[in-house]
């Protein structure tokens, strides 16, 4: 099992431009998340869902979106990148008690 | 709303015992659970508590009081890889089912 993968593992945008953080997971797991981290600082949940066709805000969710079209992937989208958005993001799949991480994407918008 | 709070760094010495603390406050209350990172790395799950009590699982442990919105995770035995942030989260069943991380604490281990 591979887990949870996200891709790219790095990415450098400018200011305006939109792009799409890939996650998917082969746990079955209902449950996923995606979550930013800033330097020195706790994860911040964005946005989540808990099964395919349902998703939610979460605490930061501004300048984002998600879709879940299948119980395999939850795909992270910027629509016009800030650089207020520069940080790691990580996604996330969880069973009742657990999540499991992803490697996390490196964004920096210029 | 959610929130979350511990201590920013706890610094120890190696083979000595460390207790990491978490207030918490919530609407809806699920679970409370630990998690290790180690910098530039993902974080990683340590252990769950639903219930009022201790959880052991090896060297780590983790208290809950669900009436005193509190909880804590000891290190014992601590290693210099225990070195890392550690991060307490609420899972949240209020306006839906979420994990709201804290701020996390940063473990220093001195030999």
């Known amino acids: 099992n591979a887990g949870v993968t996200q891709t790219p593992k790095f990415q450098v945008l400018k200011t305006g431009q939109s792009m799409t953080l890939q996650c998917a997971q082969d746990m079955n797991h209902e449950y996923m998340s995606w979550y930013r981290q800033d330097p020195g600082m706790g994860l911040r949940l964005i946005h989540y869902?808990?099964?395919?066709?349902?998703?939610d805000q979460g605490e930061v969710p501004n300048g984002y979106n998600v879709s879940r079209s299948t119980t395999e992937d939850f795909p992270l989208r910027l629509l016009s990148a800030a650089p207020s958005q520069t940080s790691v993001y990580f996604c996330a799949s969880s069973t009742r008690d657990e999540q499991f991480f992803g490697p996390g994407t490196r964004l920096t918008v210029l | 709303g959610q929130s979350l709070e511990q201590p920013s760094e706890v610094t120890a010495v190696e083979g000595a015992i460390v207790q990491i603390n978490c207030t918490y406050q919530?609407?809806?209350?699920?679970?409370l659970s630990w998690y290790q990172q180690h910098d530039g790395g993902a974080p990683t799950f340590l252990s769950y508590?639903?219930?009022?009590g201790l959880e052991e699982t090896g060297r780590f442990s983790s208290f809950l009081s669900r009436s005193d919105s509190y909880g804590y995770l000891l290190l014992q035995e601590l290693q210099m890889k225990d070195s890392a942030s550690y991060f307490c989260?609420?899972?949240?069943?209020?306006?839906?089912?979420?994990?709201?991380f804290g701020a996390g604490t940063r473990l220093f281990v001195k030999a």
């Open positions: 869902s808990v099964g395919a066709g349902i998703t």
């Open positions: 919530t609407s809806g209350f699920y679970g």
């Open positions: 989260a609420v899972r949240d069943h209020s306006g839906g089912f979420k994990t709201i």
């Open positions: 508590n639903a219930l009022d």
